[in-house]
């Protein structure tokens, strides 16, 4: 086998390797979503947040 025509079958080889994944394949699973999260919770803890940083005073 020349050098020419080994450089061609290792190019070739490579070429059929996979190098990710099929994002259509039904093997990958479904994605995670967030959790969803309290909007109420979130704001107060904000705001005991921002009052201990003494960014604003309490009411």
Same mark, same amino acid.
């Given at each position: 086998? $020349?050098?020419?025509? #080994?450089?061609? $079958?290792? #190019? ?7 190098? &990710?994944?099929?994002?259509? $394949?039904?093997?990958? &699973?479904?994605?995670?979503r967030p #959790? /969803?999260?309290?909007? /109420?919770?979130?704001?107060? $803890?904000?705001?005991? #947040?921002?009052? /201990?940083? &003494?960014r604003i005073? &309490?009411?």
């Amino acid at each position: 086998m $020349s050098d020419f025509e #080994r450089k061609v $079958s290792e #190019r070739l080889e490579r070429k059929k390797e996979v190098k &990710g994944v099929d994002p259509a $394949s039904s093997m990958n &699973g479904a994605k995670r979503r967030p #959790r /969803q999260t309290d909007g /109420q919770e979130a704001g107060r $803890s904000l705001y005991q #947040r921002l009052k /201990q940083a &003494g960014r604003i005073q &309490g009411l």
